[in-house]
């Protein structure tokens, strides 16, 4: 089989798996549907840290976790969800929402849309007084 024509075959068969996958949606994207499914991400990665409060972001794609000492943030990555504690992260405004930028080369920076609640959430990440 000459190569160029085997180039194409690959190419195109790539692009037709592709676009297969996406067309079927095999796993739907997790949101977080309640403070308990929140909750429960977060202790899935830190058990032995209990949230004390969880605040739900507006898109559901993210939550706020209170704890005793500081707080953390849960959020989806596809149909699973990870989780990181806020301790020493900076928040800019962003036009969606916040960019939290942790001090975790792995995770770098997350977009979240806290909607009427973001006053608040700028205040428990940053630890500044109400």
Do not use: Y
Not at 30 to 49: H, I, V
Not at 59 to 70: E, F, I
Not at 106 to 125: C, E, K, L, T, Y
């Amino acid at each position: 089989m000459p190569l160029p024509l085997l180039l194409v075959l690959v190419v195109v068969g790539i692009a037709a798996i592709t676009l297969l996958v996406r067309w079927l949606s095999p796993t739907p994207p997790l949101t977080f549907d309640n403070k308990e499914t929140a909750a429960a991400a977060w202790l899935r990665e830190f058990p032995d840290r209990a949230p004390k409060g969880v605040l739900l972001s507006e898109d559901g794609k993210s939550a706020l976790v209170v704890l005793t000492r500081g707080s953390g943030l849960v959020w989806a990555m596809g149909a699973d969800s990870t989780a990181r504690g806020l301790a020493g992260a900076t928040v800019e405004p962003s036009r969606h929402g916040l960019v939290i930028r942790l001090r975790d080369f792995a995770s770098p920076a997350v977009r979240v849309q806290p909607g009427p609640a973001q006053d608040d959430w700028v205040r428990r990440i940053t630890g500044a007084a109400p």
